[in-house]
């Protein structure tokens, strides 16, 4: 790949996750974009590295959907494990090649200096279109200084678009690793809130709290006073952290529920934490745990 952009670099090829990316764009966006996006790709990349401010970026996080078009990327499995290789976590399965191009640009725009870039990143995003907020956003677990990005991460979780907020929340390892407690909590609240699903929230179970089953606890009140339906995925969070009240709410919801509450609660208590949770209803769980391993129901089938 004499022509791949991380050869464009010029000496800025000491994060090997960075030029990692720009290698695997150019190949995926060689695959997929056609000879002329290829070139224009390539040339943009080429123009950004050599730039000395970040309007050679801005255009092409611009022209990005014109030149490529916004057809999915159409990874392989071989694609996939080689993205997981590069970086733990980093899922690219579902992004369209604009949405690599705007990332690999962004990327390409790192001159070593983390504090430049995240000030860059945040100027990019506080002005950026939809669809280039998307894109950017899901770079995020490829850029450097995770910690100086962190407050722009933050502020795409608070959006009212469910895109942008899916775009950091889902298929993305970077709020597990980097958000604090109170970002992450708020977060998986903000999720239900607007109908979006947990399930493709990395580290979901591994980070899952006493506050944040609080919360959510009074999230599930809230919604059954305003005679409004609670998903079955808010107890996938309660269940092993659960208090006098979160108890009570569990058994409203198993006595009260479909049998996607039940299954939904049943796959909570597998959680190690479950445990030592005392439930009014434990000798029933039972049975579900059986149907659970014998149907091999996840939580994608509980929603």
């Known amino acids: 790949m004499a022509n791949a952009p991380h050869r464009f670099r010029n000496g800025r090829g000491e994060n090997a996750v960075l030029d990692g990316f720009l290698a695997l764009a150019d190949e995926w966006i060689a ?15 080429n123009g950004i590295v050599h730039a000395t401010g970040d309007r050679a970026l801005g255009t092409a996080i611009g022209l990005a959907s014109r030149r490529l078009g916004k057809a999915d990327l159409a990874l392989t499995n071989d694609d996939k494990q080689r993205a997981a290789v590069l970086r733990p976590g980093f899922d690219p399965s579902d992004w369209s090649v604009d949405q690599a191009a705007r990332v690999a640009f962004m990327i390409a725009s790192h001159d070593g200096n983390d504090a430049a870039f995240a000030a860059r990143f945040d100027s990019f995003c506080s002005s950026a279109e939809l669809n280039e907020s998307i894109a950017l956003c899901r770079g995020l677990p490829l850029y450097p200084g995770a910690a100086l990005i962190e ?35 708020h977060m998986v609240v903000k999720a239900l809130f607007i109908g979006s699903s947990l399930w493709p929230i990395q580290k ?13 606890v009074d999230l599930a009140q809230e919604r059954w006073a305003a005679g409004r339906p609670v998903s079955p995925e808010l107890w996938r969070c309660v269940a092993p952290y659960a208090d006098a009240a979160g108890v009570a709410a569990l058994t409203r919801a198993w006595q009260s529920g479909e049998g996607k509450d039940r299954l939904a609660i049943a796959l909570a208590l597998q959680h190690p934490a479950g445990a030592s949770v005392d439930l009014p209803f434990r000798t029933e769980v039972g049975q579900f745990k059986t149907r659970l391993a014998d149907e091999k129901i996840g939580w994608r089938d509980v929603i």
């Open 31 to 45: 695959r997929a974009g056609g000879a002329a996006g290829t070139e224009w790709f390539r040339s943009a990349i």
């Open 204 to 216: 979901l179970d591994d980070r899952a709290n006493p506050h944040l089953a609080r919360m959510l």
């Open 151 to 185: 407050p722009r991460a933050r502020e795409a979780v608070r959006s009212g678009m469910k895109p942008v907020f899916e775009a950091v929340a889902h298929y993305n390892p970077y709020p597990g690793e980097v958000f604090g407690e109170d970002a992450w909590n």
